[in-house]
């Protein structure tokens, strides 16, 4: 069973670019959270989403960030118009179930993460 | 708001050492806690998983305690050696609430 991945590992970008990242979570996995962490800091929650719908977005910027899980395909980090201060590591990690019955008891799998430079 | 403290941010040891590092939260009210290594560039690798039901987990030689009253976990690690140098991630959860990371420590252990 084939763990997280994230593509691309490393993307450098210039300021006003925009950068997309994707994360395909582990297989079975319904469930995808992506976090960010700056230099010398912890990992920061984004955003957490199902298929098709964003459950928490609480930690994205209002903008510029936005975010997806489409029925088919992998889930997308995307950061228009970059600045430097997006210069971080993005972190995906997918779990099979959300609270409810079994709440507390799903572990989350991170992915390697995407190094986004903005030059 | 939860916060996660991990304390020491930096700990260097010689090879052989037993050595505790320290992960405190302000809220109680958590389902699960897990400890993360990372290393230099890498993802995250989940160590050990916590159930707020339970005390304390082992794998290995690493022994991680929970007591969740007063906010507290420990990471033990016995007969460190250099492979086990790396970042220790401390990170609580409460349920729906994504997981909530402390900044880490950092480990060096000297051959």
């Known amino acids: 069973n084939a763990g997280v991945m994230q593509n691309p590992r490393h993307l450098v970008r210039r300021r006003g670019q925009e950068a997309r990242l994707r994360c395909s979570p582990m297989?079975?996995?319904?469930?995808v959270y992506w976090y960010r962490q700056l230099p010398e800091e912890g990992l920061k929650f984004m955003v957490y989403?199902?298929?098709?719908?964003?459950?928490?977005e609480s930690g994205m910027p209002k903008e510029r960030f936005s975010a997806e899980f489409p029925k088919e395909g992998p889930s997308i980090l995307r950061i228009q118009q970059v600045v430097r201060g997006d210069s971080a590591a993005y972190f995906c990690?997918?779990?099979?179930?959300?609270?409810?019955?079994?709440?507390?008891?799903?572990?989350?799998?991170f992915g390697p993460g995407t190094r986004l430079t903005v030059l | 708001k939860q916060e996660v403290t991990q304390i020491p941010a930096a700990l260097s040891v010689p090879e052989g050492e037993n050595l505790v590092l320290n992960c405190s939260f302000t809220?109680?009210?958590?389902?699960?806690l897990q400890w993360f290594r990372q290393d230099p560039g890498k993802g995250l690798t989940s160590l050990l998983l916590?159930?707020?039901?339970?005390r304390e987990q082992t794998s290995g030689r690493l022994n991680a305690s929970l007591d969740k009253s007063s906010g507290r976990s420990t990471l033990y690690i016995a007969a460190s050696q250099p492979g086990d140098s790396a970042t220790y991630l401390c990170?609580?959860?409460?349920?729906?609430?994504?997981?909530?990371f402390g900044k880490g420590t950092r480990l060096s252990v000297i051959a």
């Open positions: 990690a997918s779990s099979p179930l959300s609270g409810g019955a079994r709440r507390g008891t799903d572990t989350q799998y």
């Open positions: 809220d109680s009210a958590i389902y699960n």
């Open positions: 916590i159930q707020s039901s339970q």
């Open positions: 297989k079975g996995h319904s469930h």
């Open positions: 990170a609580v959860s409460s349920g729906n609430t994504p997981l909530v």
């Open positions: 989403l199902q298929k098709e719908n964003i459950i928490d």
